[in-house]
């Protein structure tokens, strides 16, 4: 197999996975591994068991998460893809600094963090990144916090704090001395259960090549991790007005944009809102293209002395 050259170059999931490495660390994931008809090894995406157990030794063997695990019902997101998003961000806050930022000086918020965490781990793991995971949802930071403290070496790293508020993104979550250097989101894509229901039957009908009749989510997801009222939309559209309360304090935001179509509502959006700047960088993992959306209220000749690039 040629190595996936559409993900960034510094993502560590270019080359095929090396199952026998993989299996060495998570014995389990043997079984459900197999040679597909074009004699490639794989396993099938539309079980969700496989994709957890996947999930569980790539962030053992290329991150050395020694322990991780989310509920059943939780989002059970592709690595490659997330990894794309830490490393694209990376390459933002290089162009903003001069040089590519490295160490727990440098602090990011994910929003929506979720049971599985999975951003914070891999900022971490990568850049050395200090991280804080903010969710709504008291059951995924509970995982979250079990994450961490099966692995306490990432305690002083990755911190988490609940949004009280599901009306709010930023506010009770950014306090006055705080200052980030990025906050990062996949949000909510769905409208409705009914629709995230139906997006994932076609997803798993793709994925198993058969007549699938029942939606199962097989990526897993709850309702404030695949859907809220008026979907994607309508949920970057609250993020953009309510950054424009914290212009001083977070160097960049962004955000996933998974439809191309609402690209135009949203960075008119932005221009009425006065940034400085901002960017629409096109993402790859096999078929699927994906956006970040960053912008930010700090002018570019300003950029290099914010307060994370000029810590030893």
Known sequence: MAEKSNLHPRNLHRDPYDFDQLIAGVPELKHYVFVNAYQSVTINFSLPKAVKLLNKALLLHFYKVQHWDIPDTNLCPPIPGRADYIHYLADLLEESCGQLPEGQQLHGIDIGTGANLVYPLIAHRSYGWTMLGTDINEDSLRNAAQI??????????????????????????????DRFAFSMCNPPFHDSEASALKGNLRKTKNLSKSKVHKPVLNFGGQQSELWCEGGELAFITKMILE????????????CLVSKKDHLFKL?????????????VIEMAQGQKISRMLAWTFVPQH???????????
């Open 148 to 177: 961490l403290n099966q692995n306490p070496d990432l305690l002083p790293a990755i911190r988490l704090k609940k949004q009280p508020e599901a009306d709010y993104i930023f506010k009770n979550i950014i306090e006055p001395e």
């Open 243 to 254: 950054s424009a309360l914290y212009p001083l304090q977070v160097l960049w935001f962004t």
């Open 267 to 279: 960075t008119s959006l932005l221009k009425k809102e006065k940034v400085a700047d901002f960017r």
């Open 302 to 312: 300003k950029q290099k002395d914010w307060p994370d690039f000029n810590q030893k």
